[in-house]
């Protein structure tokens, strides 16, 4: 398959993940995710394992993504659940070794919270799925680094772009890339009739305040 520039994968990655249904719009009829806040997008990126030329894509986007900002990685890991299987498709494209990291350690065996060998000083790029709060994500790049191995950056398929995440990341000195995001998401469902350009503004309102979304 034909891999789009850095540049346009925002709205190519978006769109294939409308097209597979691993994002739904429901801007005047809003879901309600586990913490009770009323959302116009769910988001379910697990769905791209099953389609190999979207799940290509994103490969190919992480590892293009990795060459240009961390040439110098050593080895790439999977934040649990939705990061692994997405972290083993690039090491194998980058010739890296892979690692994945648990929500805390394991209560039995050798309590691993990470999996995977590595050594001290390691040079890692972190993969995830979905950048909502970002807290689940940081806490395993700040597992990592508490590990002894360098972190340069958490790469994920996709970002809601909320303020206060960027904020939390930038706080702890951890850089962030995403291949697509809530601003190509909209371009890309009006582009191909999801949604209408008058919903365009109640979407755009959702990312500004989520909280009082729908109230």
């Not at 009770?36 to 997008?41: A, E, R």
Request: charged letters at 20%; a negative charge.
């Amino acid at each position: 398959m034909s891999i789009p520039a850095l540049e346009q994968l925002p709205r190519e990655i978006a769109a294939g993940l409308l097209k597979i249904g691993a994002v739904a719009l429901r801007p005047n009829e809003p879901f309600t995710w586990t913490s009770g806040l009323k959302s116009p997008i769910y988001c379910d990126n697990r769905l791209t394992m099953s389609y190999p030329e979207i799940r290509e894509l994103i490969a190919e986007g992480f590892a293009a993504v990795i060459r240009e900002r961390h040439p110098d990685c050593e080895a790439v890991a999977g934040i649990a659940t939705g990061g692994i299987p997405h972290a083993a498709w690039v090491a194998q494209k980058l010739n890296l070794p892979m690692l994945y990291v648990r929500d805390k350690a394991k209560g039995h065996g050798k309590t691993n919270q990470i999996e995977g060998h590595f050594k001290e000083g390691q040079k890692v790029v972190l993969i995830e799925d979905l950048i909502s709060t970002g807290g689940s994500s940081l806490k395993a790049a700040v597992a990592v680094r508490e590990a002894g191995c360098v972190v340069q950056g958490v790469v994920a398929i996709f970002t809601y772009q909320f303020p206060h995440a960027a904020a939390a990341f930038a706080e702890e000195h951890i850089p962030l890339d995403t291949l697509s995001n809530y601003t190509a998401l909209i371009e890309a469902a009006v582009e191909n009739g999801v949604v209408q350009s008058e919903d365009v503004a109640l979407l755009q309102s959702w990312r500004e305040n989520p909280q009082s979304f729908g109230v």
